[in-house]
C-alpha cells in the first residue's frame, strides 16, 4: 500500500508529490487516513524557511482529521473511549515528554522542549516517514492525544480546532479571571481571531470588537458574535481607538487579542486596553522585527498584563473541539476554498495572497 503526500523539499520552492511506501506500524503506531487537512499560515511561513522549527525535507499539515484504519495497541481516548478501526478522529498535534521540568513541574507542557509536532518539526526522512497531514495517510506514534469525533460531522469543519482553536482556548485559559461581561477586542479575523470571538462570546464577554481590513473578514466575524466591527481601510487608528472608548466610559478594553501574527499590532493594542487591562499575543508565531515598546505608559503606568501565548494542550483541543461542535454554522462559512491533496500549491498560494479565510485539502 502506498500514499501520495505533498513534500517540501526547498525553501521557497513548490511542494514535490512524492509516494511512500506505507511502512509497518511502529509500537503501539495507528495509521490513520485522512479526510481533510487544513492550511495554516504556519505553513506558508515554514515554505518560505521562516519558521526555526522546520526541518527538509518535511511532510506539511498539522491539522488534520481521518479514520483509524489500523491500530495495534490498546488505547483509550482523551475522553476515555477506547480507539477501535473506523474511528474518526482529531488529535493534538504535538507530542511531550512528559518527563521534563515544562511537564512535570511548571505543568506547561505545551512549553516542552522536546515536543514533536506532527507536519513542524517531523521530517519525513525518518521513519515511520508519514507524519503530516499534507497526505493520504499518517501514522500516529503512541504517545499522540487523540479525541474520538462523531462520523456524521463534515471533517473540514474540524481542523481549526487542531490548531488555530486549540491556541484560542490556550489563550482563554491562562486568564486568572472570568471574561463574563468584559468587552474583548480581537485584532485580526483570520481563523485564529473568529475563534476568539466565538469563543469569548461563549465565555460570557458583554462586547467583542474585531479590528480586522477586508469587509468579508469582518462580514463574517459579525455572523460569528462580533458586536462592533472597525475596518481598519476605513478608520483610522485614532477613530478606532475613539470607537473603544466611547463604548468603555473612556476606559478602554479589559482584553485585547492579537490574532494578526504581526508583533505591530502591539502598538495599536497596548492603547486600546484600560488600566489593569490584560493582552494576550496569540498570533505571532515566527520571528520578527523587534518594536518599540512604552514601558512606562504601556506597561506599568497600567499595570497591565502582557501575556503571550504560545500553542496549546490536549485540554485546550478538547474545548476547542467542543466549540466547533456548538457553533457548526459558523466554522461551515469560514472554509472558503476546498482543494484535493495534489492541489496543495495552490493553496498556498490561496493562503499567501490573503483571498481564502480557511482552505482545506481534502482527500
Ligand atoms: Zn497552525
Ligand atoms: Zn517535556
Not at 62 to 88: C, F, M, R, S
Not at 105 to 121: D, F
Amino acid at each position: 500500500m502506498k500514499s501520495r503526500a505533498m513534500v517540501l523539499e526547498h525553501f521557497n520552492k513548490p511542494l514535490v508529490q512524492r509516494e511512500f511506501e506505507i511502512p509497518f506500524l511502529p509500537d503501539g503506531g495507528i495509521l490513520v487516513k485522512i479526510f481533510a487537512s487544513g492550511v495554516c499560515g504556519s505553513d506558508l511561513h515554514m515554505a518560505k524557511g521562516e519558521d526555526p522549527r522546520t526541518p527538509l525535507p518535511i511532510i506539511l499539515g498539522h491539522e488534520a482529521i481521518g479514520e483509524v484504519l489500523d491500530i495495534n495497541t490498546e488505547k483509550y481516548d482523551l475522553k476515555g473511549h477506547k480507539l477501535q478501526k473506523g474511528d474518526w478522529i482529531i488529535w493534538n498535534r504535538g507530542i511531550v515528554c512528559n518527563q521534563c521540568f515544562w511537564c512535570k513541574v511548571a505543568k506547561q507542557p505545551y512549553l516542552c522542549p522536546y515536543r514533536k509536532i506532527y507536519g513542524i518539526n517531523l521530517s519525513c526522512e525518518h521513519y515511520p516517514y508519514l507524519l503530516g497531514g499534507y497526505s493520504e495517510y499518517m501514522i500516529l506514534f503512541k504517545e499522540t492525544d487523540i479525541l474520538k469525533i462523531s462520523t456524521n460531522i463534515d471533517p473540514s469543519t474540524l481542523v481549526i480546532a487542531a490548531c488555530s482553536g486549540a491556541t484560542a482556548m490556550h489563550a482563554f485559559d491562562v486568564l486568572t479571571e472570568p471574561i463574563l461581561s468584559k468587552t474583548v477586542v480581537v485584532q485580526g479575523a483570520g481563523p485564529l481571531g473568529v475563534f476568539c470571538v466565538v469563543a469569548a462570546k461563549s465565555l460570557g464577554a458583554s462586547n467583542v470588537i474585531m479590528i480586522s481590513g477586508a469587509q468579508q473578514r469582518l462580514d463574517l466575524a459579525i455572523k460569528a458574535g462580533a458586536d462592533l466591527v472597525l475596518n481598519r481601510y476605513e478608520l483610522t487608528e485614532d477613530e478606532r481607538r475613539k470607537r473603544v472608548l466611547d463604548l468603555t466610559n473612556n476606559r478602554g478594553a479589559d482584553l485585547v487579542i492579537e490574532a494578526t501574527g504581526s508583533s505591530k499590532a502591539l502598538l495599536e493594542g497596548l492603547n486600546l486596553l484600560r488600566r489593569g487591562g490584560t493582552y494576550l499575543v496569540t498570533g505571532v508565531a515566527v520571528p520578527q522585527e523587534p518594536i518599540p515598546l512604552d514601558v512606562y505608559h504601556n506597561l506599568v503606568l497600567k499595570n497591565l498584563h502582557l501575556q503571550g501565548v504560545w500553542v496549546s494542550d490536549s485540554r485546550h483541543l478538547v474545548q476547542a473541539v467542543d466549540i466547533v461542535l456548538r457553533n457548526r454554522d459558523i466554522f461551515e462559512k469560514l472554509i472558503t476554498h476546498r482543494l484535493n491533496l495534489l492541489q496543495a500549491n495552490e493553496a498556498l498560494k490561496l493562503v499567501e495572497e490573503r483571498q481564502a479565510l480557511k482552505v482545506v485539502l481534502t482527500s
